[in-house]
């Protein structure tokens, strides 16, 4: 599954195998995150995390600020083997 737009909003799922490399991913993330200084709305359940990107700064739509996240979400994500 692939980033969408939606409610002016990027939003994407991604799975992995179990729990244990959900919440790594998770933990990868958050060091760009903070680089970056763009925090994600997630939510984790299990092997699932679900993201939503806006930028709230600027009235809550897609700015390059999400599309720059979601392409460093995507690089984290994919070192990861899914079952």
Not at 25 to 47: A, D, F, G, R
Request: hydrophobic share 30%; net charge negative; proline share 1%.
């Amino acid at each position: 599954m692939s980033w969408r737009e939606d409610n002016n909003k990027l939003k994407r799922e991604y799975k992995f195998k179990d729990f244990v490399q959900a919440m790594a991913w998770m933990t990868e993330c958050s060091y760009h995150i903070e680089k970056q200084n763009h925090h994600p709305e997630w939510l984790n359940v299990y092997n699932t995390v679900k993201v939503e990107l806006t930028t709230h700064d600027d009235g809550n739509v897609i700015t390059d600020k999400d599309r720059k996240l979601a392409k460093t979400m995507d690089g984290c994500y994919d070192k990861y083997e899914i079952k």
